[in-house]
């Protein structure tokens, strides 16, 4: 049973544009998420996180949002550029540490 | 620079032959974390340990055992690799297990292991 969930396995956006990623979660007593990106032959990094207790965090080009009525989350990238062309992993972390991840988008941002 | 670093980065082997995969950190963290990943799944945690104190998932198979000798070394072994264990094997570490900020999970780049 998927937790985490990334409905799109892909996207592909033009340089400058804006990138919208997607997650959604089915559990309500989740409260902090984070979104790792990953490059090729490269472990996840860590790229922005939120707590329940917002629904906007901001970190220079990327912005997550989250909506928990309809336990949905969503990271802005504006603008992208080529070198954000990677796999984007949304996660919920437990109170243990535990990640739970979604599958992954991989964005592709077109010069 | 720190970091978190796996060996090998490709591993092959054959069914039912043992398999150790190697974790080790430079950032000097008191967690460290075993995550599998099947191809285009989302990352499943295995187990972890915090500092000597060892956490199975619950449904982590026993065929998956761990070590972690001291601060800088985590080990998964494979006792019986299966055709159903071929997967990337993803090595993390955070300082504690709080949420976010320095507690942030680091990951390596994983070894890609291969059952024939």
């Known amino acids: 049973d998927q937790q985490v969930k990334q409905n799109s396995p892909s996207l592909s956006v033009q340089e400058g544009r804006i990138s919208i990623l997607n997650c959604d979660y089915t559990?309500?007593?989740?409260?902090?998420f984070l979104w790792y990106k990953k490059y090729p032959a490269e472990g996840p990094t860590f790229l922005i996180s939120i707590s329940s207790i917002k629904d906007k965090n901001e970190d220079g080009r990327f912005t997550v949002f989250l909506n928990k009525s309809a336990k949905h989350l969503s990271l802005h990238i504006v603008p992208s550029q080529p070198g954000d062309s990677a796999v984007y992993f949304c996660?919920?972390?437990?109170?243990?540490?535990?990640?739970?991840f979604g599958q992954g988008t991989t964005l592709q941002v077109k010069p | 620079d720190a970091m978190v670093i796996q060996n090998p980065r490709y591993q092959v082997t054959q069914f039912g032959k043992p398999v150790t995969l190697s974790c080790s950190q430079t950032?000097?963290?008191?967690?460290m974390y075993w995550y599998q990943q099947k191809s285009s799944q989302a990352p499943k945690l295995l187990f972890h340990?915090?500092?000597?104190?060892?956490?199975n998932e619950a449904d982590t198979p026993d065929n998956f055992q761990s070590r972690r000798p001291n601060t800088s070394f985590c080990f998964l072994d494979i006792r019986s690799p299966g055709l159903g264990d071929a997967a990337m094997y993803l090595c993390?570490?955070?300082?504690?297990?709080?949420?976010?900020?320095?507690?942030?999970?680091?990951f390596g780049p994983g070894t890609r292991l291969t059952v024939l």
């Open positions: 996660a919920s972390e437990g109170n243990t540490g535990k990640l739970i």
């Open positions: 559990n309500s007593m989740f409260d902090y």
């Open positions: 950032l000097n963290h008191n967690v």
């Open positions: 340990y915090y500092d000597k104190d060892f956490n």
């Open positions: 993390a570490t955070s300082r504690s297990k709080g949420r976010g900020g320095t507690d942030t999970q680091y």
